[in-house]
């Protein structure tokens, strides 16, 4: 948690925000995932659609998306199937430069070296293959069904969410 208020703290003094300005919702301490767990003990179904529009009308109303990509060189965001569902609706449905990528200080530090480097334009690219490795397939999922009904919602599928409990 540290390494997050650190890291919209730096973000807020490098734009020149007044942090008692700035709002900020964390998805993991916003919406109540661990819901799941104790009803599905409970028999009790949990559909993925209250998921995907809790959070996909989070995002609409938020300015800008923050994407903290911690370790840049294999950031745990970009494996995380929930988060690649923010960044593809953020993406699809609010401004293209709503999307920002912000690092702690340690990673910003080690990825200017990295750039800045003798090697610094093949080092260049590699970072544009990590992002562009980026496969929601490949992305990790807690339940199962949240996998099939984001990957649905993100190719735009018709597919009836509201009939796939998790």
Known sequence: VSTIIETIYGECQRRGLKITDVRVWIDAFCVNQHRVQSRMLNSEAVHASEFIATFASIIDCVHELWALLTPWREPLYLKRMWCIFELAHAQRNKARDCVNIILPAS??????????????????????????????QDAEATVDEDRHNIMAKIAGDDVDIEDRAM
Do not use: K, Y
């Not at 990590?130 to 929601?136: A, C, D, F």
């Open 107 to 136: 990673e910003a530090s080690d990825f200017r070296t990295f750039i800045n480097s003798a090697e610094g334009i093949n080092n260049l690219g590699h970072v544009f293959r990590v992002l562009g490795q980026v496969r929601i």
